[in-house]
Structure formats: C-alpha cells, structure tokens
C-alpha cells in the first residue's frame, strides 16, 4: 500500500475540492492518505511519503501563497527528495494558470519528480474534478 501526502492551502474552497478529489482517487486504488492544511503540515509528512500533492491558488502576481506554502516548499531545497512522485494542482481567476509553469520549476529543481499538474479558473467543472481523481490514482501506483 502506496502512502500519499496531499498538502495544500485553499482560501475560497477550489482548491480544496480539488484536493478532496485527488484523495479520493488515490484511495480508491488502495493508497493510505495523509491530507493536511500546509499550516499543519510538517516537512516529514513529505518525506516519510511514497508520493506527495501541493495544491495552491495562484496569488500575488502570479505566485503560489506566500506566507505558508512558498516556505513549506522551500524548505525541500536542501533535502534529498530524489525523484519522488509529486502532483501539483491550484486555481486562477486571472494568469491562466501561468504560476503553475514557475512552481513546477521550482519543485522539479528541488527534486522532485512532478508526474501531473492540474490548473484550474476559478472553480472546477466535473471533467477538471475527474482529472483530480485520475491524478489522486496516478500518484497511489
């Protein structure tokens, strides 16, 4: 059994039902998920993870949250990640999804191995809601 860690942050909710859905897909393939808030979570649920998803929003001039997730991530730059499968998924309303090209770069740069992405405007429709699914099942094999 495959141990997931979906850590994301989500301030209107889109963000959150993305990340509800890419659970949901991954423990339908049998995967045990940790699903916690960037603010609660700890740089070990990551590492002691098989495979790991970063949700945020697309805030401040096309950038992920500021004040918790760009710190949580940064805090992998001197880790020994060494590919692990990562996902990483969030919401725009403006940049049309242009933050997540940057943050994948950044992770990627950090080690980790990024497997699927998910970018969504605004609120997601339910085919987006079934890509989260699909990539919740991806990460679990």
Avoid: C
């Amino acid at each position: 059994m495959k141990n997931i860690a979906v850590i994301y942050w989500s301030n209107g909710g889109n963000v959150e039902v993305l990340a509800d859905n890419i659970v949901k897909g991954a423990e339908s393939e049998g995967a045990k998920v940790t699903v916690k808030h960037v603010q609660d979570a700890k740089v070990e649920d990551v590492t002691s993870a098989d495979a790991v998803a970063f949700g945020s929003p697309s805030l401040d001039n096309n950038k992920i949250e500021q004040d918790h997730m760009a710190p949580f991530i940064k805090e992998f730059k001197l880790l020994p990640i060494q590919g692990k499968k990562a996902v990483l998924f969030g919401s725009y309303g403006w940049d049309e999804g242009a933050f997540l090209k940057e943050w994948k770069k950044v992770v990627e740069d950090y080690g980790f191995n990024v497997v699927g992405e998910l970018a969504v405007k605004e609120a997601p429709d339910d085919e987006q809601l079934q890509k989260a699914g699909e990539l919740g099942k991806l990460l679990a094999k």
